[in-house]
């Protein structure tokens, strides 16, 4: 009974979900294992272990820092993203049955996909593009095309269903036909071995066509994943041109990453971490930089919950209104909604504190229509 509880909460909280694909050899275990490596303070999510492929990470975020600091509670629980390891896909997965088709069903149940790319040389290393495992030149932009073609080719398969479904359905009624010719013009497309990312049609098109959940609809990060030279030179690497040059012509997002060096950051922390980073003279792990670009991909912000028995992060997409904000926490508080009570960190931060800040008259009621704001502090209140 617990573990039914705790898996429904799982789902409920990990709304965010990343799946790692990209072909053999190319680093994606290397860049998992480094995630769930530095993603052990999760511990608060007991769920979060269940499955090997499947790890969880804590959503940096120094404002909860900063109210746990304040607070002193129990439990300080940060927003978590799930990350998925698919490995597995090479040329051919989308004809293959059994095993390459599970890959893709994997790949359907995310929110965005992290497609790792190879840019680095190492002839120890197989570069492997199809399932014969032929040892063919590092291509990070042929790669991307031949993971792309699989998901393309899947996509196509359901699309060319939908054509079917709308086509019988405009039989009985002439409103189909609409929809019939949508879904045939993005078989067209598809077919050219695009992806329907880049398919162009009206805003409400591109709605209905939401909803059939295709695989090259979803946003994707090209993790260009470089040796330790290829990423301390990066505007002289070719292989990271390539991809960039990519992304740019369809939309995507390019992080750039050294999956090797990722493993030696993940197994340091606080100051240690800090000093590795200042020797190596970046910012930040690639884990954070990658974290921060899902959110804006995906327009995701945090809004804030505080007290003394548990300061907490919470995930939410841009434009939730308070109620359904509310219910990312318990059904009920969305159910009973009443008010949200709400002070921007920034002004509890301003004033001091919390009571500063009401003194000051900066704790605003805020009704069912609020949309919730990034940082959001808010007490909910609610009758059931
Ligand atoms: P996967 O098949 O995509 O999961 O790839 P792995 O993560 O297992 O990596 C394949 C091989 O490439 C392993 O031997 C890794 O150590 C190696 N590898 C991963 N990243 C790098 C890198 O940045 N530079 C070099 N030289 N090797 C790497």
């Known amino acids: 009974m617990l573990l039914e509880h705790n898996i429904k909460t799982a789902r409920e909280i990990c709304f965010m979900k990343l799946g790692i694909v990209g072909l053999p050899n190319v680093g994606k275990s290397t860049l998992f294992n480094a995630i769930t490596n530095a993603g052990a303070e999760s511990a608060n999510y007991p769920f979060c272990t269940i499955d090997p492929n499947v790890g969880m990470v804590a959503v940096p975020d120094a404002r909860l820092d900063k109210l746990a600091e304040i607070y002193e509670p129990d439990k300080k629980t940060p927003a978590v993203i799930e990350f998925v ?4 896909l090479v040329k051919g997965a989308s004809q293959g049955a059994g095993l390459g088709n599970k890959f893709l069903a994997n790949i359907r149940e995310t929110d965005a996909i992290v497609h790792v790319v190879r840019c680095f040389d190492d002839e120890n290393i197989m570069h492997v593009v199809a399932d014969a495992g032929t040892n063919v030149p590092v291509d990070p932009v042929g790669d991307i095309e031949a993971i792309d073609m699989e998901l393309i080719m899947a996509d196509l398969d359901m699309v060319q269903r ?9 039989k009985g009624d002439k409103k189909f036909l609409h929809e019939a010719d949508v879904f045939k013009a993005l078989a067209e497309h598809l077919d050219a071995g695009k992806s329907a990312r880049t398919f162009d049609c009206s805003d409400d098109d591109k709605a209905l066509i939401a909803t059939s959940d295709l695989l090259t609809l979803k946003p994707v990060i090209y993790a260009a994943n470089m040796d330790e030279d290829g990423f301390a ?3 002289d690497n070719e292989y990271l041109k390539k991809v960039q040059t990519l992304a740019a012509a369809e939309g995507s997002e ?5 999956a090797k060096l990722e493993q030696d950051i993940a197994e340091l922390e606080g100051e240690e971490k800090q000093m590795f980073l200042d020797e190596l003279g970046i910012a930040e792990s690639g884990l954070d930089r990658l974290i921060k670009c899902s959110y804006s991909l995906l327009g995701l912000i945090s809004f804030l919950t505080y007290g003394k028995d548990e300061c907490r992060a919470w995930t939410i997409r841009k434009g939730t ?7 990312k926490i318990h059904s009920d508080i969305e159910r009973g909604f009443i008010r949200a009570e709400v002070i921007a960190y920034d002004d509890m931060i301003k004033y001091g504190s919390v009571n500063a800040a009401k003194e000051k008259g900066q704790l605003r009621s805020e009704g069912k229509d609020y949309v919730v704001q ?7 209140r609610f009758n059931v």
């Open 374 to 380: 990034d940082g959001d502090m808010i007490y909910f």
């Open 233 to 235: 030179n990066q505007k």
């Open 321 to 327: 209104k308070a109620p359904q904000a509310a219910g």
């Open 85 to 88: 390891d698919i490995a597995g």
């Open 254 to 258: 390019v992080l750039p990453i050294c």
């Open 162 to 170: 939908r054509v079917d479904k709308a086509q019988k359905a405009a």
